[in-house]
Nanobody
Framework: QVQLVESGGGLVPAGGSLKLSCVAS????????AGWYRQAPGKQREWVAS???????SYAPSVKGRFTISRDNANDTMSLQMFTLKPEDTAVYLC?????????????WGQGTQVTVSS
């Protein structure tokens, strides 16, 4: 199993920046793809970005060019650097860890951190 704890959320004005972090513990060597999702009030959970164990990244069109995902496997951490934030980026941001745990592909979720962008 893997435990994930996010941090770094807060209140920022539109156009501002924020960096989220996610620390993993447990069977971290089994993590293959890690990523970020977000969920705004009354909306479905939305994929934001992913990064593979080898460092390949992908982004949702709505954040591409503004957000940067990175991971430090040696320290079991992952980050999401967010620039040029918009009010529509307001949401709870959750990190995920995916991989084969005990021979089964599984996904683990953190509890989330709130990001609020004021207009």
């Amino acid at each position: 199993q893997v435990q994930l704890v996010e941090s770094g959320g807060g209140l920022v004005p539109a156009g501002g920046s924020l960096k989220l972090s996610c620390v993993a513990s447990g069977s971290t060597s089994s993590i293959d793809v890690a990523g970020w999702y977000r969920q705004a009030p009354g909306k479905q959970r939305e994929w934001v970005a992913s990064i593979s164990n080898g460092g390949s990244t992908s982004y949702a069109p709505s954040v591409k060019g503004r957000f940067t995902i990175s991971r430090d496997n040696a320290n079991d951490t992952m980050s999401l650097q967010m620039f040029t934030l918009k009010p529509e980026d307001t949401a709870v941001y959750l990190c995920t860890a995916n991989g084969y745990f005990g021979g089964r592909w599984s996904t683990y979720w953190g509890q989330g951190t709130q990001v609020t962008v004021s207009s």
